[in-house]
T-cell receptor
Framework: DGGITQSPKYLFRKEGQNVTLSCEQNLNHDAMYWYRQDPGQGLRLIYYSQIVNDFQKGDIAEGYSVSREKKESFPLTVTSAQKNPTAFYLC???????????????FGDGTRLSIL | GESVGLHLPTLSVQEGDNSIINCAYSNSASDYFIWYKQESGKGPQFIIDIRSNMDKRQGQRVTVLLNKTVKHLSLQIAATQPGDSAVYFCAEALGAGGTSYGKLTFGQGTILTVHP
């Protein structure tokens, strides 16, 4: 089945620790995205990547880092600089908007990060 | 500005009724709009999208209406079923040419509850 896989489903972080969330897609999509969702709110964009080896900051990039070394993978690291990391993290992918306009983004089932 | 609301709009309907979920979007330059359904603990699921050169688009049991004059988007669900109970999000994206191309901006969401 084609889709987006996020792992782990639940993750716990100790104070001062960096953690990395995995996102893999086999949809052959060029673009990938990371969002954060807090209770009762919509999704906010952390980082996005339109092509391998290139990525841009979204609206709330502080305290986060990403890499895009492979088309299929877009891991997100939540660093110790992120003071309020408890949230539901969602990864998405889409065909590149450069191919013909904005495209629907397809989401994984998220990783819930909590502080110990 | 950032939405801080913790109380999402809600809509309660009886099974078999038609549902209409409304969304006011913020940017008159947006040219792409999309609706998602999110069930508890899962990622958003694509429902339907529409581009700004259209004012109506139909899918299976769903219709999206776009009124650019008043920056309003609506999702109509026909013959609503208990399985339609979820949080529904609208999102908008700018057209080509800007640095924000391909980025979705999400609304706060609406909780739909369908009673048998």
């Amino acid at each position: 089945d084609g889709g987006i896989t996020q792992s782990p489903k639940y993750l716990f972080r100790k104070e001062g620790q960096n953690v990395t969330l995995s996102c893999e897609q086999n949809l052959n999509h060029d673009a990938m995205y990371w969002y954060r969702q807090d209770p009762g709110q919509g999704l906010r964009l952390i980082y996005y990547s339109q092509i391998v080896n290139d990525f841009q900051k979204g609206d709330i990039a502080e305290g986060y880092s990403v890499s895009r070394e492979k088309k299929e993978s877009f891991p997100l690291t939540v660093t110790s600089a992120q003071k309020n990391p408890t949230a539901f993290y969602l990864c998405a992918s889409s065909l590149s908007p450069r191919r013909g306009g904005n495209q629907p983004q397809h989401f994984g089932d998220g990783t819930r990060l909590s502080i110990l | 500005g950032e939405s801080v609301g913790l109380h999402l709009p809600t809509l309660s309907v009886q099974e078999g009724d038609n549902s209409i979920i409304n969304c006011a979007y913020s940017n008159s330059a947006s040219d792409y709009f999309i609706w998602y359904k999110q069930e508890s603990g899962k990622g958003p699921q694509f429902i339907i999208d529409i581009r700004s050169n259209m004012d109506k688009r139909q899918g299976q049991r769903v219709t999206v209406l776009l009124n650019k004059t008043v920056k309003h988007l609506s999702l109509q669900i026909a013959a609503t079923q208990p399985g339609d109970s979820a949080v529904y999000f609208c999102a908008e994206a700018l057209g080509a040419g800007g640095t924000s191309y391909g980025k979705l901006t999400f609304g706060q969401g609406t909780i739909l509850t369908v009673h048998p």
